[in-house]
Nanobody
């Protein structure tokens, strides 16, 4: 099985930057699509970004494109979400997810393993 642990969230002011990290163990990391999702109170879990096993393909939610970037380091079994120019509407619990296929998808139920999430709160 795959275990995922997120870190890097926090409370910041609008315009600030954060870098979220996800450490993976178990499985064959380089074969897995890795994704980031977020969920705000009272809302459905939302796709944010995904990256293919090799790192050659990435997909970003349109509303955060240009501000967020996903990357991975297969040597470290880690995936990152770099966030700049944060807005209050970015506030959510951010989850790291792994799919046991190398091709990214945007649907939460297509991912096989999930971390516990890290809170991002952006104040005005």
């Amino acid at each position: 099985q795959v275990q995922l642990v997120e870190s890097g969230g926090g409370l910041v002011q609008a315009g600030a930057s954060l870098r979220l990290s996800c450490a993976a163990s178990g499985g064959t990391f380089r074969s897995n699509t890795m994704g980031w999702f977020r969920q705000a109170p009272g809302k459905a879990r939302e796709f944010v970004a995904a990256i293919s096993g090799s790192g050659s393909s990435t997909y970003i939610l349109g509303s955060v494109k240009g501000r967020f970037a996903i990357s991975r380091d297969n040597a470290k079994n880690a995936v990152y979400l770099q966030m700049v120019s944060l807005k209050p509407e970015d506030s959510a619990v951010y989850y790291c997810a792994a799919r046991l296929r190398p091709l990214p998808v945007v649907t939460p139920q297509m991912y096989d393993y999930w971390g516990q999430g890290t809170q991002v709160t952006v104040s005005s």
